[in-house]
């Protein structure tokens, strides 16, 4: 039976007031009297534990919140960000290294957050995964994740530099040989590179001769400096700015000092297919393509690219030619010029991240995100929503979810600055509209605005690190496990409690 209906805002102000009184007699009593907690939910106003997660959908779309508090960074040794928490929305930045633009040495570079989950239906569902979660994936270590069976894992990314600044997740799956993505090589990502459709590129330099910015090895993309973006945001620089918008110089003491999310300024945007998303989000210009208006050469460009006359050249061209609005050689001049300049001003430091985005129709762009970062709390907020049922064969089906369906998530953060492989993970949970799941979902009239306060929450810690090496297929279900011969009939949850203290990390880390 169902004592109190939380959601109700005068159960929860009696309640707080209960809370209060009781924490006040326990705080003014000087004896060893040990007031128990009292059951119930979590009080929606703070996140006490390390994070939470609430489910909301309405009769098209389901939206999941992430709250989680940041880590102190861990990585890269020695260099000044280490320890600081702060909100990475950038990753794998470029900056010139004597000859050309190219990735920070290798002990230097930096690594976005992110927050990641694979979720599958209960019933009918891949083999095991209902009850172990994401741990069916992990075999012999974290390094890959794969199946064992030939099925397909829905598996949500959001990436904190690669995607979060579009308002996008990595929508991708996984089979039984690794991570799906898309693979077609077609345009719009033929812009950078002959094959390979992916949510994401890697751009590399531009070198030749003709114009000091070929010369010198910059960037293929830079900011469109003196653009206007949505929120009245003016783009400031061709590189990476810093917290009071001068040219970012130094990404171990600069980024640490960034807090403020709202601006988008770490993914460049090279392409937008706008009938797919109509809001502006290209921010970038392609050197490339004044370099060859400058110079009327095309051998710094990748090799599908090399022929004026084929339809790939054009569709590029045409496309640079409205965004920059420069289509003669005098003005191609005057900006590379500018960025030349701008560069040599920062004496030579200015950089710009690896990572260019690409927005277009495509499975990999079902998940739309919002992010936030409240800097007084050291608190993520990211956002995820997708329809209840996108049709495709790599996504799990939600569309039970109003009519009690039951959906296993497992969920993963990466915000330590480390490599993939060090991430924080999560017991699998149940999400469904039912009362005793332990992520009740709940029905909106309309996600466009949701009163998440009025949202159920699982508030709850990570996997502690010394355990995971065993949060894998193989060790679940080895004998070296006492929960092995109960590993698909019964929870993780109903042994390993909370306050058990063998798989939890209680406390906020760093
Ligand atoms: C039937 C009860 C039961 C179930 C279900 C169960 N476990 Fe266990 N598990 C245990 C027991 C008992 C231990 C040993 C506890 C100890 O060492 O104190 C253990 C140990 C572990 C350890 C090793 C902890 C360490 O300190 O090395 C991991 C990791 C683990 N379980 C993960 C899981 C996961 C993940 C699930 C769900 C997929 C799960 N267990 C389900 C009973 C269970």
Redo the contacts with the bound molecule.
């Keep these: 039976m169902k004592l109190f209906n939380y959601s109700r805002p005068h159960v929860m102000v009696v309640l707080l007031i209960l809370f209060v009184y009781v924490g006040f007699i326990a705080s003014c009593t000087h004896d060893d009297q040990i007031v128990p907690t009292p059951p119930g939910p979590p009080s929606l106003e703070q996140l006490n534990k390390q994070v939470r997660v609430q489910v909301a959908y309405d009769a098209a779309e389901v939206a999941l919140k992430f709250t989680w508090k940041t880590q102190g960074k861990l990585y890269p040794v020695g260099l000044p960000n280490v320890g600081k928490n702060y909100p990475m929305q950038f990753h794998d930045m470029l900056q010139h290294n004597g000859t050309r633009f190219d990735r920070l040495p290798s002990a230097q570079r930096l690594e976005e957050d992110r927050i990641t989950f694979m979720i599958d239906k209960q019933e009918g569902g891949i083999q095991g995964y209902a009850?172990?979660?994401c741990?069916i994936t992990c075999h012999t270590g974290m390094t890959d994740h794969h199946l064992l069976t030939d099925a397909v894992l829905d598996h949500w990314h959001w990436r904190g530099a690669r995607s979060g600044p579009m308002g996008y997740a990595e929508d991708v799956a996984v089979d039984n040989v690794s991570r799906i993505r898309d693979d077609l090589g077609t345009m719009p990502t033929k812009f950078l590179r002959s094959g390979g459709d992916r949510f994401r590129e890697d751009q590399a330099a531009i070198i030749g001769t003709g114009h000091p910015v070929l010369e010198d090895g910059l960037p293929r993309f830079v900011f469109n400096k003196g653009k206007s973006m949505p929120g009245g945001f003016t783009v400031p620089g061709f590189f990476l700015p810093n917290r009071s918008n001068a040219t970012m110089i130094d990404p171990h003491i600069d980024i640490p000092q960034i807090k403020d999310v709202s601006n988008n300024i770490s993914l460049l945007v090279v392409y937008q297919d706008r009938n797919f998303d109509p809001v502006e989000k290209v921010n970038a210009i392609d050197l490339g393509y004044l370099a060859w208006l400058a110079t009327g050469n095309v051998d710094h460009l990748p090799s599908h690219l090399s022929d004026e006359s084929s339809s790939d050249f054009t569709a590029w061209k045409n496309f640079w030619a409205a965004e920059t609005n420069i289509s003669t050689e005098a003005a191609a001049i005057t900006k590379l010029d500018q960025v030349h300049q701008e560069w040599v001003d920062s004496g030579k430091k200015a950089m710009v991240t690896r990572s260019v985005g690409f927005i277009y129709n495509s499975d990999q762009h079902d998940i739309s995100t919002e992010r936030e970062f409240n800097a007084d709390r050291n608190e993520w907020t990211v956002i995820l929503k997708r329809k209840l049922s996108t049709g495709s064969a790599k996504d799990a089906n939600l569309s039970t979810l109003p009519n009690g369906g039951k959906f296993t998530i497992s969920f993963a953060m990466h915000d330590s600055g480390a490599g993939s492989e060090t991430h924080d993970i999560s017991?699998?949970y149940e999400i469904s509209n039912n009362d005793d799941a332990d992520i009740k979902a709940k029905q909106v009239s309309s996600l466009s605005n949701v009163d998440w306060n009025a949202i159920p929450a699982l508030d709850t810690y990570w996997?502690?690190q010394?355990?995971?090496p065993?949060?894998t297929d193989d060790?679940?279900r080895s004998g070296?496990?006492?929960?092995?011969?109960?590993?698909e009939?019964?929870?993780?949850?109903?042994?390993?409690t909370e306050s058990?203290n063998?798989?939890f990390t209680q406390g906020v880390l760093n």
């Design positions: 009850r172990m979660g741990g017991l699998p996997v502690k010394a355990v995971m065993r949060f060790w679940l070296a496990h006492p929960g092995s011969g109960s590993i009939s019964t929870k993780c949850l109903t042994c390993h058990n063998v798989i």
